[in-house]
């Protein structure tokens, strides 16, 4: 089914419907005119049709777009199975999916206070403006669900040579899939195996630089070629050291050895990097504790903080 603009709507108060008008002008702040644009990320606010008409029976009467206090009616998906970081194009305009539904305002929201109950905090979703545009009903939308790009990168001297076949980069794939998949997020995973040279190291992870995810195997531990920490270390903007602080501190109390590792998470660019151990135990045992902080670092590393 197509996806379009159904309504565009501006209050210029907040707390009150909104009214329909003939065209919308998106920019920096979000809605020209609109008592919610700002230096924030709820500028554009969204609402699809197919939630209008399932209010509608308990409202009882036809509503009018506008009457959840949003910007931009739609009509052909469902906009709260969308993600944070999804776009959509509207000719010149492109939006970023920030938020999906919102707090409640209660009294001080005019359909609540007809109703008792409002579809804009379950169903409605918001947006921040990435590039201005006019928008108006009738306009076609293109939904862009963000693919995130993940890099994998194997470092072993007798792995690269093909002396014995890498596992952990491959168990490393499996499980990132299989995160990506329960969050309903689509991802690309790519995988490379490398000796223990710094300067290759530095090489694939610089080319991966708009990766929003790198993550290494190998090369944590003190012997004489493991060298992935230091390089890594050396690369990043930001470290973040409570992920392998707490990872070292859970599976050391059981295996002392684990207490050897010298692995890091931190930030390159735009990319959270994590180094591994080598071994398939340790890869599954440190994502284990990783996935966990996925989802809000990505967010936190695009201006979002989504609690």
Same mark, same amino acid.
């Given at each position: 089914?197509?996806?379009?603009? *159904? =309504?565009? %709507?501006? =209050?210029?108060?907040?707390?009150?419907?909104?009214?329909?008008?003939?065209?919308?002008?998106? #920019?920096? #702040?979000?809605?020209?005119?609109?008592?919610?644009?700002?230096?924030?990320?709820?500028?554009?606010?969204?609402?699809? @049709?197919?939630?209008?008409?399932?209010?509608?029976?308990?409202?009882?009467? !036809?509503? %009018?777009?506008?009457?959840?206090?949003? %910007?931009? @009616? &739609?009509?052909? *998906?469902?906009?709260?199975?969308?993600?944070?970081?999804?776009?959509?194009?509207?000719?010149?305009?492109?939006?970023?999916?920030?938020?999906?539904?919102?707090?409640?305002?209660?009294?001080?929201?005019?359909?609540?206070?007809?109703?008792? #109950?409002?579809?804009? !905090?379950?169903?409605?979703?918001?947006?921040?403006?990435?590039?201005?545009?006019?928008?108006?009903?009738?306009?076609?939308?293109?939904?862009?669900?963000?693919?995130?790009?993940?890099?994998?990168?194997?470092?072993?001297? +007798?792995?690269?040579?093909?002396?014995?076949?890498?596992?952990?980069?491959? +168990?490393?794939?499996?499980?990132?899939?299989?995160?990506?998949?329960? #969050?309903?997020?689509?991802? $690309?995973?790519? +995988?490379?195996?490398?000796?223990?040279?710094?300067?290759?190291?530095?090489?694939?992870?610089? $080319?991966?630089?708009?990766?929003?995810? *790198?993550?290494?195997?190998?090369?944590?531990?003190?012997?004489? +070629?493991?060298?992935?920490?230091?390089?890594?270390?050396?690369?990043?903007?930001?470290?973040?050291?409570?992920?392998?602080?707490?990872?070292?501190?859970?599976?050391?109390?059981?295996?002392?050895?684990?207490?050897? =590792?010298?692995?890091?998470?931190?930030?390159?660019?735009?990319?959270?990097?994590?180094?591994? !151990?080598?071994?398939?135990?340790?890869?599954?045992?440190?994502?284990?504790?990783?996935?966990? &902080?996925?989802?809000?670092? *990505?967010?936190?590393?695009?201006?979002?903080?989504?609690?």
């Amino acid at each position: 089914m197509e996806i379009k603009v *159904i =309504s565009v %709507n501006i =209050s210029e108060k907040k707390g009150t419907v909104k009214v329909p008008v003939d065209q919308i002008e998106l #920019n920096a #702040n979000g809605v020209e005119s609109d008592a919610h644009a700002g230096k924030w990320h709820r500028q554009v606010s969204l609402l699809g @049709t197919e939630s209008f008409r399932k209010f509608e029976k308990e409202a009882k009467r !036809p509503l %009018n777009y506008g009457e959840f206090a949003e %910007n931009i @009616t &739609t009509e052909g *998906i469902i906009l709260y199975e969308t993600h944070p970081l999804d776009r959509f194009v509207i000719g010149d305009a492109l939006l970023e999916v920030t938020q999906i539904g919102k707090k409640c305002h209660g009294d001080s929201c005019a359909i609540y206070r007809e109703v008792g #109950n409002c579809v804009m !905090p379950k169903e409605g979703i918001f947006c921040r403006v990435l590039h201005p545009g006019t928008v108006m009903a009738g306009d076609i939308i293109e939904y862009q669900p963000r693919i995130f790009k993940v890099r994998v990168i194997t470092l072993s001297d +007798r792995a690269s040579v093909g002396e014995y076949e890498d596992r952990s980069g491959p +168990r490393v794939v499996q499980l990132m899939e299989e995160f990506f998949a329960a #969050n309903g997020w689509k991802a $690309e995973i790519d +995988r490379v195996v490398i000796p223990d040279e710094p300067a290759q190291l530095q090489q694939r992870i610089s $080319e991966a630089e708009s990766a929003d995810i *790198i993550i290494t195997t190998g090369g944590t531990g003190i012997g004489p +070629r493991d060298i992935t920490v230091d390089v890594v270390r050396q690369m990043l903007q930001k470290e973040i050291p409570g992920i392998m602080e707490h990872i070292r501190v859970k599976y050391g109390a059981e295996k002392p050895n684990a207490l050897v =590792s010298r692995g890091v998470a931190g930030v390159f660019g735009r990319s959270l990097v994590y180094t591994l !151990p080598g071994s398939v135990r340790a890869v599954e045992e440190y994502l284990s504790e990783i996935t966990k &902080t996925i989802r809000h670092s *990505i967010f936190m590393l695009h201006g979002l903080d989504l609690h």
